[in-house]
């Protein structure tokens, strides 16, 4: 896949921060947005899942399965 040029235009303080951030890291200011955004993208990949986690612990029918397979792990760990 070809990259696709995306203009930004950063105010004073974004360029600052980009500066700075692709200095720490001893990248340039492109491969610092590239990581941004990738690590944003992450992040909110882990939010989600924990949010579908979540509703999991919550639901009864996903409880009552969990402790169907409990009960019957246990009768098997009895023989």
Same mark, same amino acid.
């Given at each position: 896949?070809?990259?696709?040029? =995306?203009?930004? $235009?950063?105010? %004073? @303080?974004?360029?600052? @921060? *980009? @500066?700075?951030?692709? %200095? *720490?890291?001893?990248?340039? /200011?492109?491969? /610092?947005i $590239?990581l &941004? =955004?990738?690590? +944003?993208?992450?992040?909110?990949?882990? $939010?989600? +899942?924990? &949010? @579908? *986690?979540?509703?999991?612990r919550?639901?009864?029918?996903?409880?009552?399965? =969990?402790?169907?397979?409990?009960?019957?792990?246990?009768? *098997?760990?009895?023989?």
């Amino acid at each position: 896949m070809t990259p696709k040029t =995306i203009s930004f $235009r950063p105010d %004073a @303080e974004t360029h600052r @921060e *980009l @500066e700075a951030l692709a %200095a *720490l890291r001893d990248i340039t /200011a492109s491969d /610092a947005i $590239r990581l &941004a =955004i990738h690590e +944003a993208y992450v992040r909110d990949q882990y $939010r989600q +899942a924990a &949010a @579908e *986690l979540d509703q999991w612990r919550n639901d009864p029918a996903y409880l009552a399965e =969990i402790a169907e397979v409990r009960e019957e792990l246990n009768d *098997l760990s009895a023989w």
